[in-house]
């Protein structure tokens, strides 16, 4: 629904941005910032959610669902591969747990 009206309507600028501010133009930081602030006040959680907890999350989920981790570098937007390989230990964690699970005996 967003892409096939609320984007169109928003995109004046023709930016290349999926997320956009109420402006037109590319959702900053700050701006999602704002966003989880207001949705955390009308919960009862009482936690510090950042942008980067997301992007993290985000991240970490795409990987432990087998995405290819060069995919998420440029999901994410990072110039170098190191920078993305910070989110494969929790992957290999996660296969570590599963094999276990999968595999009881070989504890």
């Given amino acids: 629904m967003y892409l096939n009206n ?3 309507e928003l995109n004046k600028f023709n930016c290349d941005y999926l997320v956009l501010n109420n402006q037109g133009r590319g959702i900053t930081e ?4 704002y966003i989880l602030t207001n949705l955390i ?11 980067h907890m997301l ?15 060069l995919s998420v570098k440029d999901l994410l937007g ?3 591969i ?21 595999f009881p005996r070989t504890k």
């Fill in 78 to 80: 990072h110039e170098s």
């Fill in 82 to 102: 190191s920078s993305t390989q910070i989110y494969t230990h929790i992957t290999n964690d996660r296969l570590k747990e599963i094999y276990l699970h999968s």
């Fill in 6 to 8: 609320g984007y169109k």
């Fill in 41 to 51: 006040k009308k919960t009862s959680l009482h936690k510090n959610i950042s942008p």
């Fill in 55 to 69: 992007r993290h999350s985000f991240a970490t989920h795409l990987l432990n669902e087998g995405c290819d981790i």
């Fill in 30 to 33: 700050r701006g999602i910032r």
